[in-house]
């Protein structure tokens, strides 16, 4: 076997860096039960503050060894494997943007009497009001100003053209009513955006209508600082002008005099005596600085310069070494030292490290920034940016284009203009992402950031750009610990039923493929290593729709080696030799390996590309687990292989086991003869699905729908998925329960009469919401929350919440799903030559989500309670994988055939290539569906509609390959053979 070697070492260091990874997960889950153990009160309830306090008290110690290198909490949790919030739950934050900034801001910040006084008596009138903030504004305006219009207020240089004098209130109030909804809207936006920069764990973020306040739940947070930082540190882009360290003379000079002063009066030898006669200002700042390090560390009474200033270079200005960034913070903290920096400058460090040429070391660089009209008043601030892209430079490298607004085209004139030949901070969060050096000044809004940027930096830069400023300050009022969606039981449950499955494969692969089944486990258990490994190293979490992808490369993984070992063994009745049929088996079925992981890798790339939410999450395990698969069940497979079968003939490796040495061999069904009916049938079952979706309507989850939400306190802990399982059954109306804050608290949300609105809807809800809990858990109501008795429960709050599913996850999915068709289609069509193969394809595809969809509708009909919601969505792209992996792999017989036999007669060479196929057809799916009947019986309820879809998709997706999409091929490409012959009759 060539390239032995290289497979070998790759599969050594894939598993090698797996390993180191995936330590980290390991630690970080014994840190957490630690934790959890800690904050286990005297009654059995866990106080999640008391967890949070804990790990916030760990948070930057080192708590992990490895191979010497130390490693702090806030290090390991950066680099586990994250779990999302449906599996480990994570950190409720409610933000609320202030319609207050953006009245003022609309109105120019005026300093009239009359209209802050309005502002600040509308917003003491919102802490208890539910009326809006806007109707609060103008009872307060009419009462300070009766005589007075808005107009005379609102009607600014800035409002030219929307507002005028001779506008009326009205009129202005629904601009500004318009204005704040918009504001609103943005907030979210860009808070959902920034989120998702922040990994690819699924956050769930939701308006709570009528207010403008934004719900966000984080997977797997539970440090305070972090989720503030994210949410609310973010919130200004500015744009500075950047002091170089020569030019900071006076204040070194300063530092220096108050050095040597010091010096003087201290106790020292000859030989400790330091001579400032020739010093420079970088070695006076370094001396300076290291007496404030001997004040503020006495740990380090050796005045070791090495380990503070690792770098201070004229090229980079200030530059420190990663490592020593945490002295540096305590000593620029230090009073005495930050009153000897001129009162215009403040100290701010870049986002990220860099390395210098000729060295390894990473660097960080600490930015002297000119703020002559205080420390947070920027010459320009980023609302004026309009958009930002990446471009390409003159010489053909990544770059940033920006536009500004005409305010901001001034601005930015007149700093440019002031700057050329120095640089200007691009400042985030008070970090500086960029510090372009100005070329020259710019007369127009239009401008290009060049620089050393990768296409992935460039881009970043663009987004910063364009989403830098939040239209109106968030601030968080509300903060709890959530439980996960799925509770701990019912993790268990699934991930009992997994590995159960998983074990019946086992079983059943080496009782059918004997020592080749030991070999196709193997690069199984290979897969899934390096799948979870890849995920912890690219900081990905793994949800429950990631499991969906995992299911898939299963069944891809097992699909591939059952693929490679049908082929040997058809070589070997074929009276080829043992490494003769191994070869051919393995080369054979390459193309068709290669084709089906192909067109599902390629799905799921489109999928990450244009998806949100759980389309992205599902996407990126599903690349990686392609990615994987491929290369463990066919190259880690053939050098295990390869070393079995050493003794050449002689080698006790075989494929199969006396039983099935034969089985499903020989087979002559003539399927196609029934394509008609099967046309029929799948015609009356999608039918009659969707008719009964149109009459009763699908149940869609609350993350589709929104609803209203509860938080109920119980005098003892409650399960949560037990409590939803009950509750789904006591109402019309789909439910969520996760834990909120302890493990005796819970947050139910159901979507019950979510489409009405008034407070006899709110007054049934909240009745039904009782009832339903009094029933399942046996407790009964009370309204004195402070002191619950036993047996009892309180609702302490309650809210409306929109969907988590947004309308343009929703749109980016169909967007995504429509792209991923059409690339489908292609790509079958450049592979086969025949666009009959295309467009069969798609047609099965849309035929095996439609029955999906079918199949639901007709079971909650028939008393089911399967929803669709986020784990839908992945279950219906899981079937879409494996379908199209199905297909392709009946197709490239069909081509094969072709190939060797030309298009005599369609329906023998197509029923040939079936019949070809069928074992491994049947057996894929067998082991396959093993897993998902497992889970299915056994995961659960909170899990069984989501196996439900899994189970019902892989059924569908091996009936369609052959009723649905080879018979497709047969009749379109009948329709043209029969037109050529006939086109030929004519010549």
């Not at 497979?7 to 090698?16: K, M, N, P, R, S």
């Not at 486990?521 to 190293?537: D, H, K, M, P, S």
């Not at 979490?541 to 490369?553: E, Q, R």
């Not at 040495?661 to 799948?682: C, Q």
């Amino acid at each position: 076997m060539q390239n032995k070697g290289v497979i070998v070492f790759l599969t050594v260091v894939i598993t090698g860096l797996c390993l180191y990874y995936l330590s980290f997960t390991f630690v970080s889950s014994g840190i957490q039960k630690q934790a959890t153990e800690y904050a286990v009160e005297a009654d059995g309830n866990v106080d999640f503050a008391k967890r949070r306090s804990y790990l916030d008290s760990i948070w930057r110690e080192p708590v992990y060894n490895f191979l010497g290198a130390d490693f702090t909490y806030q290090e390991i949790k950066e680099t586990e494997l994250g779990l999302g919030l449906d599996l480990q739950g994570g950190m409720h934050v409610t933000l609320e943007v202030s319609p207050v900034e953006i009245v003022k801001g609309l109105a120019g910040n005026p300093k009239d009497p009359g209209f802050n006084q309005a502002v600040d008596e509308a917003r003491e009138a919102a802490k208890t009001s539910t009326e809006k903030y806007v109707d609060l504004f103008y009872s307060a305006w009419q009462s300070n100003n009766p005589d007075r219009q808005l107009s005379s207020i609102f009607a600014t240089a800035a409002n030219r053209g929307r507002i005028s004098l001779e506008s009326s209130d009205a009129e202005i109030l629904e601009i500004i009513d318009t204005e704040v909804e918009n504001a609103i809207e943005r907030s979210f936006n860009i808070l959902r955006t920034r989120i998702d920069r922040f990994g690819t764990s699924q956050p769930n973020i939701q308006r709570i209508q009528g207010t403008g306040r934004i719900q966000v739940e984080l997977p797997g947070v539970d440090n305070q600082e972090r989720v503030r930082n994210l949410l609310q540190g973010v919130a200004k882009l500015q744009f500075w002008e950047v002091a170089e360290v020569n030019e900071l003379g006076g204040s070194l000079d300063a530092i220096n005099a108050a050095w040597v002063a010091d010096n003087q009066n201290a106790d020292t030898s000859d030989e400790d005596t330091v001579s400032t006669e020739n010093m420079t200002e970088e070695d006076s700042l370094r001396n300076a600085l290291e007496k404030q390090l001997a004040e503020i560390d006495p740990m380090n009474p050796s005045n070791d310069v090495s380990p503070i200033y690792s770098l201070i270079q004229p090229n980079y200005g200030l530059a420190y070494q990663v490592r020593d960034t945490i002295i540096i913070n305590r000593i620029l903290k230090n009073p005495d030292y930050k009153s000897l920096l001129p009162r215009d400058i403040k100290l701010l460090w870049g986002v990220k490290p860099f390395v210098p040429e000729g060295t390894d070391l990473e660097i960080l660089e600490l930015y002297a920034i000119r703020a002559p009209r205080g420390a947070d008043q920027a010459p320009l601030e980023g609302d004026v940016v309009t958009d930002a892209r990446q471009v390409l430079d003159q010489t053909s490298r990544p770059a940033v284009s920006m536009q500004m607004n005409a305010e901001g085209a001034r601005k930015w004139r007149s700093l440019t203009g002031a700057n050329i030949g120095r640089r200007i901070a691009v400042v985030l969060d008070d970090y500086v992402y960029t510090a372009p050096v100005v070329n020259g000044e710019i007369p127009t809004g239009q401008s290009e950031i060049s620089g050393s940027f990768t296409l992935q930096e460039a881009q970043d830069l663009a987004n910063i750009l364009k989403s830098g400023s939040l239209p109106a300050p968030t601030q968080i009022v509300e903060e709890s610990i959530i439980g996960p969606t799925l509770g701990k039981e019912a993790q268990g449950q699934g991930i009992i039923s997994m590995v159960a499955g998983l074990v019946l494969v086992v079983l059943f692969m080496v009782a059918y493929y004997s020592k080749g089944g030991l070999v196709a486990i193997a690069a199984l258990v290979f897969n899934i290593f390096f799948i979870l490994g890849i995920l912890a190293q690219l900081g990905a979490a793994l949800t429950l729709p990631g499991i969906a992808g995992i299911v898939l490369t299963i069944g891809m993984s097992i699909d591939a080696n059952v693929l490679i070992f049908e082929r040997i063994k058809e070589e070997l009745r074929n009276g080829a030799g043992l490494l003769a049929s191994i070869n051919a088996g393995y080369n054979k079925a390459f193309s068709a390996i290669l084709d089906s992981n192909v067109t599902t890798f390629l799905t799921g790339a489109i999928l990450y590309a244009l998806g949100q939410g759980p389309v992205k999450g599902f996407a990126i395990v599903l690349m990686i687990g392609i990615a994987s698969s491929f290369f463990s069940a066919v190259f880690i497979t053939r050098v295990i292989v390869h070393w079995m079968s050493k003794k050449g003939e002689k080698s006790s490796i075989s494929f199969a086991t006396p039983f099935a040495k034969n089985a499903l061999t020989g087979l002559n069904f003539d399927f196609l003869s029934k394509r008609k009916t099967a046309y029929l049938i799948s015609s009356a079952i999608i039918i009659v699905g969707l008719a009964i979706a149109a009459v009763n309507g699908l149940k869609f989850g609350v993350d589709f729908t929104g609803g209203r939400s509860y938080i109920v306190a119980f005098e003892e802990p409650v399960v949560p998925s037990e409590l939803k399982v009950g509750l789904d059954g006591e109402f019309d109306g789909s439910v969520e329960v996760k834990t909120y804050g302890a493990n005796n608290v819970l947050k139910v949300t159901t979507s019950y009469l979510i489409n009405e609105d008034d407070d006899e809807s709110n007054r049934q809800v909240e009745e039904k919401v009782k009832e339903g809990i009094a029933t399942v858990t046996g407790f009964s109501f009370t309204d004195n929350a402070e002191n619950l008795g036993t047996g009892q429960f309180a609702i302490t709050g309650s809210s409306k919440v929109g969907a988590t599913v947004a309308d343009d996850i929703k749109t980016s999915s169909a967007e995504a799903m429509i792209v991923a068709l059409i690339a489908i289609f292609l790509y079958i069509l450049v592979r086969f030559r025949k666009w009959q193969f295309s467009l069969a394809s798609i047609a099965a595809l849309v035929h095996d989500t439609l029955f999906v969809i079918a199949a639901f509708a007709i079971a909650t009909a028939l008393g089911a309670t399967f929803e669709i919601d986020q784990v839908f969505i992945a279950a219906i792209l899981t079937v879409i994988g494996y379908s199209i992996n199905d297909t392709v792999i009946v197709f490239d017989r069909i081509r094969e055939n072709i190939e060797l036999r030309g298009t005599g007669k369609l329906v023998n060479i197509f029923n040939e290539a079936i019949n070809l196929t069928l074992g491994r057809t049947l057996i894929t799916s067998f082991t396959t569906l093993i897993v998902v009947l497992v889970l299915l019986i056994f995961g659960g309820e909170v899990l069984r509609g989501f196996s439900f879809a899994l189970f019902i998709g892989i059924l569908v997706g091996t009936y369609s390959s052959v009723y649905i999409a080879t018979p497709i091929v047969v009749d379109l490409m009948k329709k043209e053979l029969d037109k050529e012959k006939e086109a030929k009759k004519v010549a």
